[in-house]
Nanobody, 116 residues
Framework: QVRLVESGGGLVQPGGSLRLSCAAS????????MGWYRQIPGKERELVAG???????NYGDSVKGRFTISRDNGKNSVYLQMISLKPEDTAVYYC??????????WGQGTLVTVSS
């Protein structure tokens, strides 16, 4: 059974930081491209950051320079370090595992709220 379990969401003030984690099980983690997406109610889910199985990264324009994605294949985990958070970063953040487009899995999401 494949599971992606996100953690680390919560309430943070503008300008603050959070670190999201996603622990994967049931997959050969090192083979998967991993990503973080976010969704605001009423809007489409958007890519926040991605990291390939080889370690290459890409970011959505709105988070470049503020968010950093990383992975630890030994721990079957992917992380999203977020700094300089803005109210518009408020969303449910989802972890995604993608095997070169052949199969993909999603976590249940973790809520990030940026508010004073």
């Amino acid at each position: 059974q494949v599971r992606l379990v996100e953690s680390g969401g919560g309430l943070v003030q503008p300008g603050g930081s959070l670190r999201l984690s996603c622990a994967a099980s049931g997959i050969t983690f090192s083979l998967y491209n991993m990503g973080w997406y976010r969704q605001i109610p009423g809007k489409e889910r958007e890519l926040v950051a991605g990291i390939t199985s080889g370690g290459s990264t890409n970011y959505g324009d709105s988070v470049k320079g503020r968010f950093t994605i990383s992975r630890d294949n030994g721990k079957n985990s992917v992380y999203l370090q977020m700094i300089s958070l803005k109210p518009e970063d408020t969303a449910v953040y989802y972890c995604n595992a993608d095997l070169a487009g052949k199969v993909e899995y999603w976590g249940q999401g973790t809520l990030v709220t940026v508010s004073s």
